[in-house]
């Protein structure tokens, strides 16, 4: 059977930005594609258990598979471990369905008829192995500390660097990472007891955990007993004050049990606002290591790396396009190889330049380097308060140049992913200065509703 486990890894991915992370382990994570055709896809849960919800979903799974694969399929879904006996028979059911559509009627009745007469279906479902592996991750000089650090953990837990804190913007291997490091030590330690998940989860069983007398012991008892735990996306629980004071004292715990402990977010800690300062303290406390967006030489290993792996005969000349325009991401050159592999796949055509501008250029519109973007953005900005880019640089205290500098600082943040240092060394200010000015400019976005409307349209003007 073909495998479509990449494009289903996209999907899901593009999922982020509809669902909640527990939504998506529940009911998405595990589904898998056995049929992608001109006219529909055809997904399997792994049971009937989550079966009535995903199809339920219908019009959002088609809004997003689109936007994965460029194309427009319609969606059903069965269940693998009551299903997968008549496969043959469901897409003729399927088939049927797109020939001679009738109103009320779906190939999800005859399925369920079936069903009646086939209780003995054996239960089951699909165990998938992760792809996140050290071996699978590309290394480049970007990368290179970070990757050298989380294998170190995952080779020595708790004798390495305790607590490990990864940080950097969305979609440069963070997850990736903390899987590898997760997979690995389960592989060399095996009695070793990992806990892996978001913030969100934690946040969510902490909930839960007070609903019930025995909750918060049985809560304390399941995460305080671990050997390593690895947490994702742990900017998610600043603000929150009885989830920070619960993972305060877990994280005592296991750092005076010699336990390893594993953090992923988006910022270094003291830029996580409203987060508990013993936290951020103790989150600073071990190594931290940030992942940067890649530069060319990592993209093009990246794209040539999972041309690869998904079979894809590409010219070096489509290559280089992609490394060069490409600039985001990591996931955003996944998502661009997996709709180039799509329209390949679903035309029966060979992969040449044009196929390949042709798939990605919603996805790079709006690209350009970071470098060009904070030079557009203090073009942008110094116009619009009537003054000049080295003006804005430079020390003037007069209240229009000052409230540029802020705008800047913020909109750059914003836009590039570059670090409060970065951006200092751009503004001629340390980072400390930087933070202040994003800070100031948050707060009068949130309190003046035509500051805001300015900041939309500046926005607007750098992206067009």
């Given at each position: ?45 792994p049971d009937a258990s989550t079966l009535e919800f995903v199809r339920s979903q219908q019009t959002t799974l088609e809004r997003v598979i689109k936007q994965t694969i460029g194309e427009f399929k319609i969606v059903y879904v069965y269940a693998y471990d009551r299903d997968m006996p008549n496969l043959e028979q469901i897409r003729l059911d399927i088939k049927e369905d797109l020939d001679h559509p009738k109103l009320g009627r779906t190939p999800y ?356």
């Amino acid at each position: 059977m073909q495998t479509y486990d990449f494009i289903w890894e996209s999907v899901v991915r593009n999922m982020r930005n509809v669902y909640t992370e527990i939504k998506i382990k529940t009911y998405f994570e595990k589904i898998r594609i056995v049929d992608l055709e001109p006219q529909y896809i055809l997904l399997m849960t792994p049971d009937a258990s989550t079966l009535e919800f995903v199809r339920s979903q219908q019009t959002t799974l088609e809004r997003v598979i689109k936007q994965t694969i460029g194309e427009f399929k319609i969606v059903y879904v069965y269940a693998y471990d009551r299903d997968m006996p008549n496969l043959e028979q469901i897409r003729l059911d399927i088939k049927e369905d797109l020939d001679h559509p009738k109103l009320g009627r779906t190939p999800y009745m005859m399925a369920e008829e079936r069903e009646e007469k086939k209780r003995s279906a054996s239960p089951g479902g699909i165990v998938k192995k992760s792809d996140y592996t050290f071996e699978n991750f590309v290394v480049g000089s970007s990368n290179r500390f970070v990757y050298n650090a989380c294998l170190a953990v995952a080779d020595n837990p708790a004798s390495a660097w305790n607590p490990l804190f990864i940080y950097g913007p969305s979609g440069l291997g963070k997850t990736h990472l903390m899987h590898s490091i997760s997979a690995r030590i389960a592989e060399q330690f095996p009695d070793l007891k990992i806990l892996y998940l978001t913030s969100e989860a934690f946040t969510n069983e902490v909930i839960e955990s007070l609903r019930t007398k025995d909750g918060p012991t049985q809560f304390r008892t399941k995460y305080r007993s671990c050997d390593v735990l690895l947490i994702d996306d742990i900017q998610f629980i600043a603000g929150k004050d009885t989830t920070q004071e619960e993972f305060f004292h877990t994280f005592n715990e296991l750092y005076e049990a010699h336990k390893q402990i594993v953090i992923s977010s988006d910022r270094p800690p003291r830029e996580i606002k409203r987060l508990d300062e013993r936290l951020s303290g103790r989150f600073a406390s071990g190594l931290t290591a940030d992942v940067q967006p890649p530069d060319y030489e990592l993209r093009m290993a990246i794209i040539k790396s999972k041309a690869d792996a998904y079979k894809l005969d590409m010219p070096e000349s489509s290559m280089v396009y992609l490394a060069e325009h490409l600039t985001q991401n990591i996931r955003q050159i996944e998502g661009a190889l997996t709709k180039i592999f799509a329209k390949s796949y679903l035309y029966g055509i060979a992969v040449t330049d044009e196929l390949v501008i042709n798939s990605v250029s919603d996805l790079i519109t709006y690209e350009a380097s970071p470098k060009d973007v904070a030079e557009k953005i203090m073009s942008v900005v110094s116009t619009r308060y009537g003054t000049t880019k080295d003006e804005v640089k430079g020390k003037s205290k007069k209240r229009e140049i000052v409230e540029a500098r802020h705008v800047c600082a913020y909109l750059i943040r914003e836009l590039t992913g570059y670090s409060l240092n970065q951006i200092g060394a751009l503004l001629n200010r340390d980072h400390t200065t930087i933070m202040n000015s994003c800070e100031v400019t948050k707060t009068q976005i949130m309190n003046d509703p035509l500051f805001e409307k300015e900041i939309k349209d500046m926005i607007a003007e750098i992206k067009g």
